[in-house]
């Protein structure tokens, strides 16, 4: 057989090849498709709170030998208070961290889809609602309940049973993720030439971490229905997805968890003006979030190429290679 003619049939038959394949991309919906998410288009918008239950005590951060001019606690509104006393006073501390979320979501899934059966396959749905953004911080607020106490260095007087709120900074959403466990089937409706209607329900694992006065912590999840919908438009081997479903939920979880002491600069109450720096010795009860919000999801889907056509690509390749080979030797 002459150079001439290996040469000119292994490019015959790879011109068939890919021309079955740009014919096949061209004309067939059916077939699995690999989608990334277009940040640009997604977005999520919502309204975000979280707050914490927590019960313990606050003391002065006075020291007799690191820190003798610190602030002194005691219990109670009247008494004596000697110069070196410093008593842990009970307390009950509720930060709470709340505000818009605005962010471009990131990540991607796989659609099994026949056109025919009308139905559809979902898998590998992993998406990172956070996603551009990194994080997103919120203004933080305590809510302060005590009993009546007073302080030294400085001088003030705290009446007990009035909860008081302050603003604390800044927190943080630290992640909002979910991942597919499984696999999910689901409904496509016809309406046009090439454009459906999609449902389907897969069970998500969702990841919710914040932090709050330097600390992170993670709300526990269980596993969840994630029902998805909206429409799908297939041309020449490429799908877009758009996707408008509300997003919510209101949990509240029971932790029992020692905090690391911290301290916190306290407004003086009777007199105003000044501020007591105590330290506090926390333990967390209780964790509650809320959200509610919309997530779009715009996303381009590429089709796979199927099992048969990656074959006959293998097969188009070895018909080459002997060509490739004998151009070698002869170089």
Request: net charge negative; aromatic share 8%.
């Amino acid at each position: 057989m002459s150079n001439a003619f290996t040469t000119f049939s292994a490019r015959l038959l790879g011109g068939l090849l890919l021309g079955a394949f740009v014919f096949q991309a061209a004309g067939q919906v059916s077939g699995k498709y690999d989608f990334t998410l277009n940040p640009a288009a997604s977005g999520f918008d919502a309204q975000f709170s979280t707050s914490a239950s927590t019960a313990g005590t606050l003391i002065g951060n006075y020291n007799a030998d690191t820190n003798p001019t610190g602030t002194r606690t005691k219990p109670g509104l009247f008494g004596t208070f000697a110069d070196t006393e410093n008593v842990p006073v009970a307390v009950q501390f509720t930060p709470r961290l709340s505000g818009p979320i605005n962010t471009a979501p990131v990540g991607g899934f796989s659609l099994d889809v026949d056109a025919e059966g009308l139905t559809l396959g979902l898998s590998n749905y992993a998406v990172d609602f956070i996603g551009l953004a990194g994080s997103v911080g919120m203004p933080l607020t305590v809510t302060l309940s005590t009993e009546s106490f007073r302080t030294r260095n400085p001088s003030s007087t705290y009446p007990g049973g009035i909860p008081v709120t302050l603003p604390f900074g800044e927190a943080s959403l630290l992640s909002m993720s979910a991942a597919q466990i499984g696999t999910a089937g689901g409904v496509l409706t016809p309406t046009g030439d090439g454009t459906f209607d999609f449902v389907v329900v897969p069970i998500v694992q969702f990841d919710l971490t914040f932090s709050i006065l330097g600390d992170a912590f993670t709300l526990p999840q269980a596993p969840a229905p994630f029902p998805l919908a909206g429409s799908l438009v297939f041309s020449d081997g490429v799908a877009t997805l758009l996707s408008v479903i509300p997003l919510g939920f209101d949990e509240s979880v029971d932790i029992e968890q020692a905090l690391p002491e911290f301290p916190l600069p306290l407004p003086t109450v009777f007199p105003p003006g000044s501020t007591a720096d105590v330290i506090l010795s926390l333990m967390l009860s209780n964790i509650a979030a809320e959200l509610a919000g919309t997530l779009t999801t715009s996303a381009d889907g590429v089709l796979v190429p199927g099992p048969g056509v990656l074959a006959m690509l293998g097969i188009g390749a070895a018909v080459a290679a002997p060509r490739r080979r004998r151009s070698s030797s002869r170089g």
